[in-house]
């Protein structure tokens, strides 16, 4: 694969920055994604996850099996503000 | 991972990447031991405020406003952009009580040779046109701004490998070994380590660590909620208390403070909801843009809210960096670590900082 090529699409990061940020010391999906935002897009990383991961297991020779999951937060699918204002009187 | 070192630091947040680099830069063989990856603990979740202008009593707020002047050539120094920002902060005013203690910040902050102001209402929404109309006005500082976590920690690591730190990340302390009132071993899980000086930086787990050898740190965790919001058009001029812009349009909310008794960053929907309820109140009209991401993050609350670092005096080569607010603090507190460990100065000269001050 190029360098140039983009393997965040919502962020833009390109695979030499991933490169990169592996070869300074980042050894997981999240620990890549604190440096150079791949993942922190409107996807968080459903695009680019598994790319990330193949790279971080070619790089440091680390079957994928064996890297550390990322991180899931809520909201599972973007929610407006107000919507999680209004989660209580969700439950009543 | 070296066997040994002269120096090892246990923890690669804010305050240990600093400690790190710092002490890298002044000579010192560091090894830096990290369980996860680096900036991966409370440093991940801080809303990364520079807010020095609210720091009291006197003492801590110069303190402040020294690290704020280390900060002015660090990324030159670094040779990294964390997104260091001097945006200005406006704590905004609800009650006639926050003017009365605003009152008291604004002579302090006076005393301190800066300027803390209170804004009118209409300068208010001049100055942030997203605040509420029903706000009674906002304290504000020019000089406050804001930054990039994970660059910063990024930039110190890098740097502190420039001067010879070793960083070992994925390296987990399970035990250290005391002998004769000094820790002999480190004993990680990639093998151990003998240390000439070790200190904790260790955030939230460093009580768990220090009970090991029977110090006691008296920390308390404090839970705070963050909602980040899609990248949106530039719509903050400052760094609001609760919200703040960073770099790439993102706006960070939060804060939301809950005690808890554990360290769980487990995200709870009522979390997610006092923060979503807090902009609601202060900024409205953004009840409709897109959350992306919530996360929380533990704050590591000294019982006496003031950092506890230097010589646990304790256990002979056992020293702590533990605080809440490294954002602010860290460039100050690594330049008091360096001199400690240069015995250029003695923790009678911290005497609200030193962990001695517990030991009744």
Same mark, same amino acid.
């Given at each position: ?6 393997? =965040?699409?919502? @962020?833009?990061?390109?695979?030499? !920055?991933? *490169? ?29 996850? =598994?790319?990330? @991961?193949?790279?971080?297991?070619? !790089?440091? *020779? ?31 | ?360």
């Amino acid at each position: 694969m190029s360098d140039e090529i983009l393997i =965040c699409r919502c @962020e833009e990061v390109t695979e030499q !920055e991933i *490169k990169d940020a592996i070869k300074n010391g980042a050894s997981t999906v999240d620990g890549v994604k604190r440096v150079t935002r791949a993942g922190k897009g409107l996807c968080q990383g459903r695009t680019c996850r =598994c790319l990330v @991961e193949n790279l971080i297991s070619r !790089e440091t *020779k680390t079957p994928v099996e064996e890297l550390e999951y990322p991180n899931n937060r809520p909201p599972v699918r973007v929610m407006k503000v107000k919507a999680l204002a209004e989660l209580d009187k969700e439950d009543q | 991972m070296k066997r040994e070192a002269e120096i090892v630091v246990i923890g690669s947040g804010i305050m240990g990447s600093s400690i790190a680099y710092n002490l890298a830069k002044a000579g010192k063989e560091v090894v830096v031991l990290e369980q996860n990856e680096i900036c991966s603990g409370t440093s991940s979740a801080t809303a990364a405020w520079l807010w020095p202008s609210d720091k009291t009593p006197e003492h801590y707020g110069r303190l402040a406003w020294h690290s704020m002047e280390i900060y002015k050539n660090l990324e030159e120094e670094l040779g990294a952009d964390f997104e260091y920002t001097i945006t200005g902060s406006l704590e905004l005013i609800w009650t006639e009580k926050q003017i009365e203690s605003a009152k008291k910040l604004i002579e302090l902050e006076e005393k301190l040779g800066h300027e803390v102001k209170i804004l009118t209402q209409d300068e208010t929404i001049k100055m942030e046109p997203v605040i509420n109309p029903n706000v009674l006005g906002a304290i504000y500082c020019e000089e406050d701004g804001n930054l990039n976590p994970f660059l910063l920690v990024n930039a110190y690591i890098q740097a502190a490998k420039r001067h010879g730190a070793e960083i070992n990340t994925n390296t987990k302390v399970q035990d250290l070994i005391v002998k004769g009132n000094s820790i002999k071993e480190i004993v990680t899980n990639k093998g151990s380590i003998k240390p000439g000086l070790v200190i904790c930086a260790a955030g939230m787990y460093s009580k768990e660590l220090a009970k090991k050898i029977g110090v006691d740190i008296p920390i308390h965790p404090e839970r705070g909620f963050c909602l980040v919001s899609e990248r949106l058009p530039k719509m903050l001029n400052t760094t609001v208390c609760g919200a703040r812009q960073t770099a790439s349009g993102n706006i960070v909310f939060g804060f939301v403070k809950d005690t808890v008794d554990s360290i769980d960053r487990k995200m709870y929907s009522r979390g997610m909801q006092m923060a979503a309820n807090d902009i609601m109140r202060d900024m409205p009209s953004l009840g409709d843009i897109n959350i992306i991401r919530s996360y929380t993050g533990i704050r590591v609350i000294p019982d006496d809210k003031f950092p506890i670092l230097g010589p646990s005096e304790i256990i002979d080569n056992f020293w702590l960096s533990v605080t809440h607010s490294a954002v602010v603090f860290n460039c100050a507190l690594s330049e008091i670590i360096v001199q400690l460990v240069n015995g250029e100065r003695d923790t009678d000269s911290i005497p609200y900082y030193a962990y001695k001050r517990f030991i009744k």
